[in-house]
């Protein structure tokens, strides 16, 4: 009799440890489960971060390089005014005088 009670108590307590092995189980994947949520989400959060400042990156490449090439534009196009501006200049500004050896009267 105190055997058979011995291995009842036996069987119970196998029956009792395995029923907490499966709770513990089932604790630790959602536990397992609420982590890996967790550094997923951050993951996630990281990344669109990242995107963010490559997009932004990208974007102010493209206004920098427009900005250049208007800089560029502006300048050759001024380059034309100032030239021909101090052309005109000096064009009035220097008298046109015969040089001596010349005849006369082509001027």
């Known amino acids: 009799a105190a055997e058979g009670r011995a291995a009842a108590t036996i069987v119970a307590a196998r029956a009792k440890r395995n ?55 502006d300048a050759q196009q001024k380059r034309k005014s100032l030239i021909n501006h101090i052309i005109h200049c000096v064009i009035d500004q220097i008298p046109v005088e015969p040089h001596p050896n010349m005849k006369h009267s082509i001027f």
């Open 19 to 73: 029923e907490l092995l499966r709770q513990s189980n089932r604790e630790s994947q959602i536990e397992i489960e609420a982590f890996r949520r967790e550094r997923e989400a951050q993951y996630k959060k990281k990344f669109n971060e990242a995107t963010k400042l490559e997009q932004f990156q990208t974007k102010l490449d493209q206004q920098r390089h427009e900005l250049l090439e208007k800089m560029n534009i």
